[in-house]
């Protein structure tokens, strides 16, 4: 009986320990889930420290005022937006090129050479429309340039002999003018002495041409010719009042070439005078950038300009000259002024020398017959090919140089933009162009040699005297 108490103590202690136990694993588990609401990601298990035997489970902590989520509300509302990976069951999307790539190289270059040759185009053409508004002025100040290169020299030369500038440009001037009007009207005195005689011949070589054409192998019949005769004078019966609104026009041309002359006069005067004070205030108008290259460039188109006009002059007097002679021994009537006139178109390349020609040859046929005027035909044939060949190549020389295509397209071009006048002004203006475009090319490679020999550090002189040398 002794050990009943002894063994009934250890079984009191062994529940004892038994219900600390089940004591810890509730605590335990109250403590799970208490913590479950408060995940929110999958996050690794957090293992709970058991306290050590008979220490009570430490209290947890006190849940913050409205439930366990109240304190993660405001992280949730700045959290950034998580957006899942697409599944591996999905197609693969390639991404879109960009659409500048997506266009072919060449179609970039053409658009981009298109949008320019636009601008170009538009600004052309708006300069065009400038010009044909105020085409008097315009042609003027060329006419102006032209006497201007011409006479300059002369003006040069007497400053040199010890004149003054005012009085050099003066005389100068008078003289050139002076020149110009006893020629003009000695051409009028000629054409009005020689009219009565010229109605006389025409009518007469209008009658040898009915006669020719009647025994010519064409088989042209009296009929013909006077039914021809009756349609011309019928034509000019129904068009009187066109007739005489072209001379009322003609009289507005006629007020409009002596303002021109005017307008002409005066440039003249204040280009020879002021010249290099004109050019000092056209390069101030220039960019800074651009100025060094526009000041060489000047004094080359100038001198191209000055060679264009004293060529053109000699060689327009050497044909005048010859074709004159010519058509003076073969008795043509007037034969000074039509060289006179063949001396002026002489200033329009190409075209010029075919209407004078022209001009002399009909004046033959209706004056002198078929076979005088074939041999004008020939004089003039033959001083135009020994112009072509022999006197524009020596007296012009390298000073200009426009191909004949040029020469003829520049003329073409000029003849519908400003009539008479801008056919007259547009191969010095081509030739002019093409020396400034060179010497800007020249230039500007002699800037970049520089530039080059800057950054390899020799020095710019090395380089300079070989380019320029090319420029003189």
């Known amino acids: 009986m002794s050990r009943v108490p002894g063994l009934l103590g250890r079984l009191g202690a062994g529940l004892t320990r038994m219900g600390e136990r089940l004591d810890e694993r509730r605590a335990a588990a109250e403590a799970d889930a208490e913590l479950d609401p408060v995940i929110v990601d999958p996050a690794p298990p957090v293992s709970v420290r058991k306290?050590?035997?008979?220490?009570?489970?430490?209290?947890?902590?006190?849940?913050?005022?409205g439930g366990p989520s109240a304190e993660l509300e405001p992280a949730d509302e700045h959290a950034p937006e998580h957006v899942p990976p697409p599944p591996s069951y999905a197609p693969a999307v390639s991404a879109r090129p960009d659409p500048v790539d997506a266009v072919p190289w060449s179609m970039r270059v053409a658009a981009a050479v298109g949008w320019r040759l636009l601008v170009l185009a538009g600004s052309i053409y708006v300069l065009t429309q400038i010009i044909s508004a105020v085409s008097l002025v315009v042609l003027a100040f060329v006419a102006a340039l032209l006497i201007t290169a011409l006479l300059q020299p002369t003006v040069a030369r007497l400053k040199r002999m010890g004149l003054p500038r005012g009085l050099a440009t003066a005389l100068t001037a008078i003289s050139g003018f002076v020149i110009m009007g006893l020629v003009g009207w000695f051409v009028v005195w000629q054409?009005?002495?020689?009219?009565?005689?010229?109605?006389?011949?025409?009518?007469?070589?209008?009658?040898?041409?009915?006669?020719?054409?009647?025994?010519?192998?064409?088989?042209?019949?009296?009929?013909?010719?006077?039914?021809?005769?009756?349609?011309?004078?019928?034509?000019?019966?129904?068009?009187?009042?066109?007739?005489?609104?072209?001379?009322?026009?003609?009289?507005?041309?006629?007020?409009?070439?002596?303002?021109?002359?005017?307008?002409?006069?005066?440039?003249?005067?204040?280009?020879?005078?002021?010249?290099?004070?004109?050019?000092?205030?056209?390069?101030?108008?220039?960019?800074?950038?651009?100025?060094?290259?526009?000041?060489?460039?000047?004094?080359?188109?100038?001198?191209?300009?000055?060679?264009?006009?004293?060529?053109t002059v000699i060689v327009a007097l050497i044909d005048?000259?010859?074709?004159?002679?010519?058509?003076?021994?073969?008795?043509?009537?007037?034969?000074?002024?039509?060289?006179?006139?063949?001396?002026?178109?002489?200033?329009?390349?190409?075209?010029?020398?075919?209407?004078?020609?022209?001009?002399?040859?009909?004046?033959?046929?209706?004056?002198?017959?078929?076979?005088n005027a074939l041999m004008v035909l020939l004089v003039v044939l033959a001083v135009q090919q020994i112009e072509g060949h022999v006197l524009?190549?020596?007296?012009?020389?390298?000073?200009?140089?426009?191909?004949?295509?040029?020469?003829?397209?520049?003329?073409?071009?000029?003849?519908?933009?400003?009539?008479?006048?801008?056919?007259?002004?547009?191969?010095?203006?081509?030739?002019?162009?093409?020396?400034?475009?060179?010497?800007?090319?020249?230039?500007?490679?002699?800037?970049?040699?520089?530039?080059?020999?800057?950054?390899?550090?020799?020095?710019?002189?090395?380089?300079?005297?070989?380019?320029?040398?090319?420029?003189?």
């Open 191 to 311: 054409v009005m002495d020689n009219l009565d005689d010229l109605s006389s011949k025409v009518r007469a070589g209008i009658e040898e041409l009915k006669r020719w054409a009647l025994n010519s192998p064409f088989h042209v019949t009296e009929d013909q010719i006077n039914q021809i005769a009756k349609n011309l004078s019928d034509t000019i019966g129904a068009n009187t009042n066109e007739i005489t609104n072209a001379g009322l026009q003609g009289v507005t041309v006629l007020v409009e070439v002596l303002t021109g002359i005017l307008l002409a006069m005066f440039s003249t005067l204040f280009l020879l005078y002021d010249g290099p004070k004109i050019w000092q205030w056209v390069l101030n108008l220039v960019p800074e950038a651009a100025r060094p290259g526009v000041a060489g460039a000047g004094p080359k188109a100038w001198r191209t300009l000055t060679a264009y006009v004293r060529g």
């Open 320 to 371: 005048a000259i010859c074709i004159g002679i010519g058509i003076y021994f073969l008795g043509v009537p007037m034969a000074v002024p039509l060289a006179v006139f063949i001396f002026l178109f002489a200033f329009i390349p190409l075209v010029g020398a075919v209407v004078s020609g022209a001009l002399a040859v009909v004046v033959a046929l209706v004056t002198d017959g078929v076979f």
């Open 392 to 472: 524009q190549p020596f007296i012009l020389g390298r000073a200009v140089r426009v191909h004949p295509l040029a020469v003829v397209l520049s003329v073409a071009a000029g003849g519908l933009v400003g009539g008479i006048g801008g056919a007259v002004v547009a191969v010095p203006l081509v030739a002019v162009t093409n020396t400034v475009v060179g010497y800007l090319r020249k230039y500007s490679r002699e800037n970049a040699l520089r530039s080059a020999q800057a950054v390899e550090g020799a020095p710019p002189a090395a380089v300079v005297p070989a380019v320029t040398a090319d420029r003189e």
């Open 51 to 65: 306290p050590p035997p008979g220490k009570p489970p430490a209290a947890p902590a006190p849940e913050p005022p």
